[in-house]
């Protein structure tokens, strides 16, 4: 039995050991990175400056707002091994407001994107909003997040390209 625990041990480090082939960082360095925020759960929606970004009541009683990304010139990861993929990019995005005070904000680690360096997109990545949000919302209260917001998302991907991109976005809160 213990054989066995050690063969499976072994098997998931030397996945997370490796990195991507390097045919795959030289094919993603061809492009130029970009990345362009959007919001969906099933569907990518862009999000344009001044756009309102909708709140989503999640199953453990918080809120949240489903980020989507497209990119270019990036790893990908692959798909059929699922998060944590070594291969798969990091995400991480924040709302602040102009006194750089977090209002939501959301990590994923090593997560494979659909498509390949010259077109990836991924949805449904959560960005939960802070705590004081959260209970001003549920509260009925003056919305805390009101007025201009900036979103701002950076995405590093297994070979270390990193790309960046920004956003002045408000919080619809209407939805509660």
Known sequence: MFAVW?????GVAALTACGPPPEDCEAA???DPTLRLGTG???YVP???GDQLGIVF???G???VWMAFQTTGLVVGHKKLGPPDPEGPTFTFWLSNGA???IAAGEHSRIPIDGDAEEGEILGLAMFLSSEVNNAIADGGANPASGDLILEAEVMDS???EVSAQRRVELDVSQR
Not at 6 to 10: D, E, G, K, S
């Open 58 to 60: 999640g199953e453990q």
């Open 159 to 161: 070979c270390g390209t």
């Open 47 to 49: 999000i344009r400056s």
């Open 29 to 31: 360095g061809r492009l």
């Open 41 to 43: 759960f099933a569907d």
């Open 6 to 10: 050690r063969a499976m041990l072994f």
């Open 62 to 64: 918080g809120w949240h």
């Open 100 to 102: 750089d005070e977090e």
